[in-house]
């Protein structure tokens, strides 16, 4: 006779994410909150309406941040106190103790976790004591890396890079958001055998899609008929907001305008933005440039929409939320060849990639673009049909897996 048998698996159903320096709640776009915040709140929203109950952990930087906020139902985001409110992000290292023990006493008392998920090397640092402390499966999305941001031009302590060394050897398994960052991950950091993971990140299709320009320009006070521009994002040097403007100028067109949405970021945030805007000055730009305060993540649609191409001319980049919302809302992108940019832009195809990030190359292809509108709207129209490929329930129902798959696996030892 056959009986039936019934086999249980494991399910992960709780996840402790840790995202130390910059609250999933804070807005986007200036200072320490760029995609990472992003992904950080879209993902946690989406794993918890697929049933897997998340919560992120941050360093509190308010007196007014309640301890608790309650985002969605099986979302919530919890302000730990771990050092002074205003602690500069170089200084975060001093608290990695303390806002380690406030995250296990709140798991403790509150919030058991199956696995935990870090975000960025900071939290990794932070979750790889956690693992061995509670001996709990350990994944690590780190957003950007030392090595790869030396490749930028951009230098990090040599304290930095073997924190993301520590990390490497010990995570159960790290994401990585395409094929480029994967491939140059391996490049860079060796081959961890298994455990590395694509989890491309998504866009919120219900908020980034195609819509009419005419309408996004009245909306924004913007001419209807002068060629725009729009350069989003933190104003940092990795971001190179200034070879977006050298493009302006190379494009040399007096009626064209680019608009500069975001803030300053990084302890030479202040400093770079007025270099920027003393750039515009001496190129003789000051008409054509607009800068304009972070808007809050939704908003930003009527700014793609009112754009004839969006301008991401990143030293490194490892996916590139910008580029991939513009694509989602019909826009031509013309990006710099590098990291998750050579995944999202299809070259001659849905927007131009520009080797070495050179003005000239990038005004030549903005001039095309501006100039061949049949051809812009068939580069916008397929870009936005690649992007559907990218939604963050695809990446929450990845993630799903990978925390099931992690409550079964042997966890890595310390090597
Ligand atoms: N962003 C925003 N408001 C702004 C500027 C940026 O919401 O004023 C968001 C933008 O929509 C994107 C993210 O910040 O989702 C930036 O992500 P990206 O991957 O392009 O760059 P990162 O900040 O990770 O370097």
Not at 166 to 171: Q, T
Request: aromatic content about 6%.
């Amino acid at each position: 006779m056959l009986t039936a048998r019934v086999v249980f698996s494991p399910v992960v159903q709780r996840v402790a994410v840790l995202s130390l320096h910059t609250s999933p709640l804070a807005q986007p776009g200036s200072g320490d909150s760029g995609g990472m915040n992003v992904y950080v709140r879209e993902l946690s929203s989406a794993l918890a309406q697929a049933g897997v109950e998340c919560t992120t952990y941050t360093r509190r930087t308010s007196v007014d941040q309640p301890e608790v906020v309650q985002v969605e139902p099986g979302h919530r985001v919890v302000h730990l106190t771990a050092g002074d409110f205003d602690l500069p992000k170089e200084e975060l290292p001093s608290v990695l103790d303390a806002f380690g023990d406030a995250v296990m006493e709140h798991m403790h008392q509150q919030a058991p976790a199956d696995v935990l998920h870090a975000n960025y090397f900071l939290s990794g640092l932070v979750a790889h004591r956690l693992k061995h402390e509670l001996e709990l499966p350990f994944v690590s999305t780190f957003h950007t890396l030392a090595k790869v941001k030396a490749e930028g031009g951009d230098t990090e302590s040599q304290w930095r890079h073997d924190a993301e060394a520590d990390i490497i050897r010990c995570a159960d398994a790290i994401c990585v958001s395409c094929t480029e960052e994967e491939n140059q991950f391996r490049r860079l950091y060796g081959n961890p055998q298994g455990r590395i993971e694509i989890v491309a990140p998504g866009v919120e299709h219900a908020f980034f899609a195609p819509g009419e320009r005419s309408g996004a320009r009245n909306a924004l006070g913007l001419p209807l008929d002068a060629p725009v521009l729009l350069f989003v994002g933190r104003i940092q040097p990795l971001k190179a907001p200034d070879v977006a403007v050298r493009a302006l100028a190379e494009l040399g067109r007096p009626d064209a305008i680019l608009l500069v949405v975001g803030g300053a970021s990084g302890s030479e945030g202040n400093a770079e933005e007025q270099l920027l805007r003393d750039l515009v000055k001496e190129l003789g730009l000051a008409a054509q440039v607009r800068f304009v305060a972070p808007q809050p993540h939704h908003i930003l649609s009527t700014y793609y929409r009112a754009a004839d191409a969006v301008v991401v001319p990143s030293r490194s980049e490892s996916f590139g939320l910008v580029a991939l919302e513009a694509s989602a809302c019909g826009v031509p992108v013309v990006a710099s060849g590098v990291g998750g940019l050579l995944t999202l832009v299809d070259h001659g195809e849905t927007g131009y990639l520009v080797p070495d990030r050179d003005p000239a190359v990038f005004a030549h292809y903005l001039r095309e673009i501006i100039e061949h509108p049949g051809h812009a709207a068939a580069l916008g129209r397929r870009g936005a049909e690649r992007a559907r490929r990218y939604t963050w329930s695809f990446a929450a129902a990845r993630l799903r897996r990978l925390y099931t798959d992690l409550g079964v696996r042997e966890r890595v030892a310390c090597g």
